[in-house]
């Protein structure tokens, strides 16, 4: 069998493991569970039979070993043989385990003998007919009165009648070798007709329902009720097999008789009935159909008539029914804890074993997986009925290859008449002679079986098997105390034994089932055991097990031992194989091939093996512990009366209870006497072996290693102790009671907690402080002295009930006193002393004592003390101020600093809370009001702040003026209110250039949500805080002190204010690309997403303006980014004319001038977006190709100057191009229309200069002077003077080409305008 061993990580793992390692409570709870777990997941016996057949039996070791043992033989009382005496016609006999009783007819008479009690005997004789059959049911609900527990269903040829059964079980359950009870027999007066037919069996269902077979092969049902109704009899006698016609035939004229029943078993999980008939055949009957005559339902689903057919083709060996015909001695009902898919055995008169299913063939192969039986289908119609598996009985004397299905070699069969089965184990009663019988016991091989299972994923079922042999024919076997586990590993030495009752002629034989613990006593009880004999029994049961197996004798005492005799010498053997062979804690060596557990260790891939010892400490305590370790230690339970609140309860019987306890207490007696776990001395360790690699250290590691683990179990033991002596504690002080005083909140969260939890959380501590508390509060209300509880609880459970526990409870009382105290002063002491007492615990308070302690300060108006506590408790539970770095860190999700973060928290919340109260006073909240609370609590000021902010209360938190204001707004996350007051504040200490700087910030955020507009609003204002900080430094305004240079702080500063000026030309033009899309209508997710930041201006080119074509922005981009490219702004600025003048809503040219002017307001004088030369050039072409006929003079002159150009810009930019012009038409000797429209427009341009009234700003002589040495740097925004000489130059010029061109009337227009300037200049 694979070990189980627990493994740890070596001492290089373990140290970068040890910021992750888990509480030691907590890590010894989990080790506790993994074992119980283990446990539980023995394989139920249908997943041992997956194949067709099996019948494989070990050898039990030591060899002399039996499943069951003889215990003692109970002869019949001398009475009953003097009455057997008697016997004129029949006797039968049979056994009721119920009531520990056997039952024994001799004719008319019925007699019940208590067998535990050995000579006590019931006779019932007030009937004067033959019993026939007799059966011991489940009473049907409402029927009878609570005192009667069964029914007893007597048959005779001419009546069966009911009588009541009273049982009263010593101490509530009868132990072996008590009284056996009482039982009491009641006459009921209900019976019925038996109408000639013998009842041959008798079988009951849970819910009352009595189904009897007759000797004329029909089935009945035995029908009652309380009272007759008005159509109804209070009881009758239901034919359930005949038909509707049968009632109308005489019966000798009837032909044929159904096949007699032998006998019957009720399946009350599945809601079937099992009828064996004499011809070996079994029908199944449903009992959840349409209900038939006052009964229930009842249906034939199935009859299997071929069942030695059947067992032969999946067993070649079997070869009942072939020479003679099949004889089944007895069929069990398998229940669904035991299997869901098999669901009865019959048990044949060679022996073997036939387990039938009610579920498909391919369901039962998918159990394992996927439980292919739900609970809720168990009780549906069966599809089917077919036989799964079969066991072949034993061989009368077992070898070592015995049950191997070697090729079809038959199998000797035994001589069954009379066998038993349950929960794995089968007795069979073999003819042994004609005065004894041989009790032939199998039961599961548990180790050989997990044996198997650590190797394979599927094992088959291996059984051990014995004989003994018994006095007298056997007449009935019944199990009197009932086992609960199929795996007789997971069990301790003084629990229930599994005990047979065997009647027979000769009496009541008592048989007891072995386990392995008790072959382990049979084995050290021996005088010389050798070690290769323990070396033997370790091999095949592991040495963890065998460990277990000697907690479990050491601690069970003499109970134990003298079961098998030997006495204090098998307690001396359990505590030298214990210590002698538990084995020592060591490194796994390293492997190239480990997996699993091992592949954890590392890079060495080491892991420490625990000892044996230490694992059969922990498999021990897990199965002491099982019983109760998933119950719910208090139940919520409603009152009788059902007026709420409901009350609490404790949930484990408190007899279970006490006995976990009583082994508890044993085994941490023992490990107290028996300090020999772990070496005290490096000198004292065990000495490694010669061949071994390991040094002291490396045991030391590993012994360390073992010692905290143990010390964990150890603690676990103790608490668990403690927890148990404290539930015992609450039902002695009636804890339905004490629950009524509970909140339901807190009754909720009381309800329904797991031991386990009770044991090992922090909730199940707190759960016990809470019912401690309601018990401390039930007794100060019965006036009783805390102190006498005190005492109590600090004896019984001292790790659940510390001083630090007194001193809560004493500051509670004082604040219950200070409650009844009118006296001023009084109250004042009180709270003082409750204060002094509780700052020195305030670390240990729950969130929950903390704030109903505050709510008793509140209540008595002590705030400060509210206040004083509740950050105490704060600081005291957080010494390392992890909180702070985990709120600073972001608070990120499934950190270890997040309990105590939110523990901190709630102890805030109790001053918040009470500030929350006191702010709708008659006193305003101000900043001198919160002057007295602490401010050295970086934390508590942020949660203050918090609450400020949700109570607008901004003005009072600058007015505070504490230490963490300016870091509890800059730190993370960021807000858009938060960043707002940090500005706000800074601009209220005079900090301009921290305002400047965090309204740029705003700005810029990627991570807050501000539309574009309010971006271009912090900008601006980051923009005029930044001169204010600027002009400040320069000394114009009284501020603030500052850290760096003068020169420093200035230069910094107007960086800052050069970019965020940038960065707001840029941001206007993203506004303009916005407005542009919203006008669209057609582009809503390109228009939200300039919301979301502030893009750079290629951003804004390749993403926006040249994709969507937005012509006007581009322009401004270029404007922005002063990128120069002429051929690219051609084309711009020609599309964008284009698109005005191919506008059939647009007025042609002059929606042209309209364009270009409005543009240019915003692009000139940028020479890259607005190239005043090249848009004139393009507004002449328009004018003279395109659209001649639109065109007037003065159009491009005008256009221009309304874009805000300069005239002198204009007649530059036009001269030019006239100057052009005439030379292209020289050379070309074309026509001179280009420049005639040229010089018409400098005509009109000059004519509108003087017209707007610049002449009186620049026009004389000396303006030409000015103009003509400012050529190298003219001022492109300045219209304030004109160059008159170059003017008047050009003008003469123009003149002499149109009277060279003959154009008479231009000559003449230009003549008019320069005689016009000299005139006025």
Partial sequence: MASTSNTLPSSDTRADEAAGMQPPLQRASQLIESKIQTDLKFPVISELLHASASGEYEVAVPADWQVVTKQRLIPLPDALFEQYDLLECRCFMGLFPEIKRAWITVDHRLFLWNYEDESDFYSFEDQEQIIVSVALVHPRPGVFVDGIKYVLVVATPLEIFLLGVGYDAASGHALRGSSG????????QISVPADGVAMTSIAGTDDGRIFMSGNDGALYEFVYQSEDGWLTKKAKKVNLTSSFVSYFVPTFLATRQDTPALSMAADNDRKLLYVLMQDASIKVFWLGGNATQGGGGFVLVHHHRAIGN?????????????????VIASM?????????????????????RIYFSTVSRMQRFYETSNAAVSGASLSRQPDVFEVAHVRLPPEPQPTLASGQLYGRVPRQMLSVHTAFYRNGTTLLAHTWNEDHDSIVGTAPACAQILARIAKQPRASLSELSSSTQIEGRTWAIAETDAGSVLNDLATVANSNVRTFAVLTNAGVTVLEKQRPVDMFCMLIAQPTVQDAQIKEFVTTFTLDETCAMCFSILCAGQGASMRVGGGMQVLGAARRILFEHGGVPHFTEPSSFSTGADALGGAANERIVLSGRHNGLAVYLARVLQPVWKLSATVSKANRDGASPTRLHIGIPLPQLVEVQDRLRKLQHFINNNQRFVPDQLNQMPIQPANSSRSTADAATCWQAESASLGALYELMTRATEAISFLCLLADFNLPVISEALVDSKRQSLADIAFSDLVCTDAGRDACRDLILALINSQLKQHASIDSISDILSQRCATLFSATDVSLYKALEALKLAGDTEEGAEVS?????????LTGIAGTLSAAQLREICASFEALGQFNAVASLALTCAVQSDPHDEALAFWGDGAPENDAREPTYRKRMDCYQCVIGMLDKRKTQAAPLNAKSLASLPSTDALFQFALYDWLLENDQVTVLFQMRGPFVEQYLSLEPRTMEKCD??????IHENQFGKASLVQRELACAHDLDIGLAKRIEYLSLSISNCKIAIDMVKGNIRGAPCDLSEADEINELATMLRESEDQLEIAQVQLDIQQQLKSLGTHEIPAQALDRKLFTVSELYDQFAEPLKLWDSVLLIFKASNHDDPEFVRDVWLTIMRTVLDDAHATGLMAVASRVARLGHRLYPSPAAFPVALIARILVDLSVDERPHEYVPGFIGDTLVQASVPHWVVFDALNALYAKSMAT??????????????AREIASLTTSWIETGHSSKG????????????????????????????????????????????????????QRVQNHIRHVF
């Fill in 181 to 188: 009870g009482e039982v009491t027999l009641f006459a009921t």
């Fill in 310 to 326: 059947s067992a032969a083709l999946l067993c070649p060996q079997f070869n009942e029914g072939t020479d003679m015909p099949l």
């Fill in 332 to 352: 069990h009902v398998i229940p669904p804890t035991e299997s869901r898919t098999l669901s009865l055995v019959a048990i044949t008169g060679g022996g073997c």
């Fill in 829 to 837: 002491a009180l709270c003082t002393s409750a204060l002094e007492l």
């Fill in 981 to 986: 007051m940090l500005w706000h504040y800074y």
């Fill in 1225 to 1238: 038409a020289r050379t070309n000797k074309g026509d001179n229309k280009m420049a005639d429209m040229l």
């Fill in 1259 to 1310: 026009g004389s002589a000396d303006s030409l002077t000015e103009r003509e040495s400012s050529l190298d740097s003219p001022n492109p925004s300045d219209d304030a003077s004109m160059p008159l000489r170059t003017v008047d130059e050009a003008l003469s010029q123009y003149i002499i080409n149109a009277t060279l061109a003959n154009n008479v009337e231009l000559k003449n227009e230009l």
